[in-house]
């Protein structure tokens, strides 16, 4: 079972050759009410193909009075989103709109309980930008496949063409909140740690990798990584160059582990 760890250290490679230890110590935490980390990162490029998410988290109450974004973008009345969150139910959902284009999808089952949660758990939601099809969907708790639900039974769907047309109009992506059209709402109650963004969908065997049985490890030389915040005390990006803004957020001790 996960719990509350004060830290995990595993051994890694660079590309010298030289050896350095990665130490995952903090998490950030969210207080549901006003805070979020801009990631300062204009939306189109990454969502117009295929991208994936992974993040632990382990929210202040897994079956809130509040639906909590984790990662969003919005804009336009929901023409165009991309957003993971926390619903009231503890479900995790997934929206992703393009145009008039829609694909909702929410878990079948409730991932987190009622009350205060004692355990990270490890989410994965993959995009597939499918040329000869719409949009695919894919939603991995600590690294199962897990089923889900799309609204409308399956009639929401995203073809290719509006999937590379997506536009926010410079509109950066958030972290514990969404970002809607300029203004920040449905707050984050909870902590996030080893947040992950990749430009392409990840693969079940990537998926089973990085939950590495409960304990994170460095993705630092994962291919197609697109930005990596882990949370060590501040809020950048060690994949790229989208360092974030940290509205309020803190930082704790308590990790996967």
Do not use: C
């Not at 079972?1 to 050759?17: N, P, Q, R």
């Not at 959902?93 to 878990?107: E, K, R, V």
């Amino acid at each position: 079972m996960l719990g509350l760890g004060i830290g995990s250290f595993v051994e890694t490679s660079d590309f010298a050759g030289k050896r350095k230890v990665f130490t995952n110590t903090k998490s950030i935490r969210f207080d549901g009410t006003n805070d979020y980390v801009d990631t300062n990162y204009s939306s189109n490029a990454l969502f117009r193909n295929s991208f994936s998410f992974s993040f632990w988290m382990r929210p202040t109450d897994g079956q809130p009075s509040t639906q909590g974004a984790i990662i969003g973008v919005e804009t336009g009345s929901n023409v165009h989103n991309v957003l993971a969150y926390l619903n009231i139910n503890g479900t995790i959902g997934f929206s992703h709109a393009a145009g008039s284009a829609l694909n909702y999808s929410i878990t079948d089952s409730a991932v987190f309980t009622d009350g205060v949660q004692s355990d990270f758990k490890h989410i994965v939601i993959t995009e597939e930008n499918v040329s000869s099809g719409n949009a695919a969907t894919k939603i991995y708790v600590n690294g199962v496949d897990t089923a889900f639900s799309v609204l409308g039974g399956g009639a929401f769907v995203i073809p290719e063409a509006k999937f590379i047309s997506k536009d926010f109009g410079g509109l950066e992506l958030n972290i514990g909140a969404t970002n809607d059209d300029g203004t920040q709402d449905t707050f984050y109650a909870g902590m996030l740690d080893e947040v992950a963004i990749f430009n392409k969908k990840l693969s079940s065997s990537e998926v089973t990798a990085i939950y590495n049985s409960g304990t994170p490890k460095d993705e630092s030389l994962h291919d197609s990584l697109f930005m990596y915040y882990r949370f060590e005390g501040d809020v950048n990006d060690t994949a790229g160059t989208s360092h974030g803004t940290n509205n309020g957020a803190v930082f704790g001790t308590s990790v996967p582990s």
